[in-house]
């Protein structure tokens, strides 16, 4: 209860940055997580936008003893509440030693490597075109070659709101479908359908293929990320 006053209230006070009445389920964490089944430790993982650790939950369960997990939040209070998890929750303490949050914008996230796999919590459909694709371009730059990033959004979202709109609101989602339709076009794996959330929602899968590098600043100039191969082959196989 205390997370649902404590993300509700975020919600009445930054609705751009939450983005969310409510923290996500544990049926939309295990989506999201589902992807840290796969691969051999030592991993490094990342969470984006943790807000009060519902899916973080999901996320440290599945650790290894050599993983290391990071999370990065803006919101100030859902860092010190996450501090509090650390510190007094049997499940988060006990992985404690493995794990970072980091009270910065992601773009700002000094990371010293790529991540093995990214889990994003970011209400990207609340965001400006520009925004989104500076989120991506960072989003890429962290991840590793054969690396996954799993993001949440509210199904429909952007259809219904279309529908509902004036133009300028209109216009700015069309900017996010020129963004994000040509990334889950090049890079989606899978889409898992949570239904068992308020509201329900979509889980994107996305992988970066062995051999290809994000092109950087791609997104943000020509409105969708951009690879480039780094073993020799040119990016369309030949």
């Not at 259809?159 to 989606?188: C, W």
Request: with cysteine.
């Amino acid at each position: 209860m205390r997370d649902h006053i404590s993300f509700f209230r975020e919600f009445r006070r930054q609705f751009h940055t939450t983005g969310a009445v409510a923290p996500s389920s544990r049926y939309l964490g295990r989506a999201l997580s589902s992807q840290l089944a796969d691969g051999a430790a030592p991993r490094r993982i990342l969470e984006v936008g943790p807000g009060t650790g519902a899916v973080t939950r999901q996320i440290i369960r599945r650790l290894r003893p050599d993983d290391r997990f990071d999370l990065v939040e803006l919101n100030e209070a859902f860092v010190r509440h996450l501090e509090g998890r650390f510190a007094g929750d049997r499940e988060f303490v006990a992985v404690r030693s493995q794990c970072q949050v980091h009270h910065c914008p992601l773009e700002e996230l000094e990371a010293d490597g790529q991540y093995d796999c990214i889990v994003s919590g970011l209400p990207l459909n609340n965001f400006a075109p520009d925004v989104v694709q500076s989120i991506f371009d960072r989003l890429l730059e962290l991840l590793a070659p054969g690396g996954t990033l799993s993001y949440f959004e509210y199904m429909f979202v952007r259809r219904m709101r279309r529908m509902t709109s004036g133009r300028a609101e209109r216009q700015r989602l069309a900017g996010l479908d020129a963004i994000i339709g040509p990334v889950l076009t090049e890079m989606r794996f899978r889409r898992d359908w949570i239904f068992l959330n308020m509201p329900p929602a979509w889980v994107q899968h996305l992988r970066l293929p062995e051999g290809v590098a994000p092109v950087p600043g791609a997104a943000a100039e020509t409105g969708t990320a951009q690879l480039h191969r780094t073993d020799g082959v040119s990016a369309d196989g030949v």
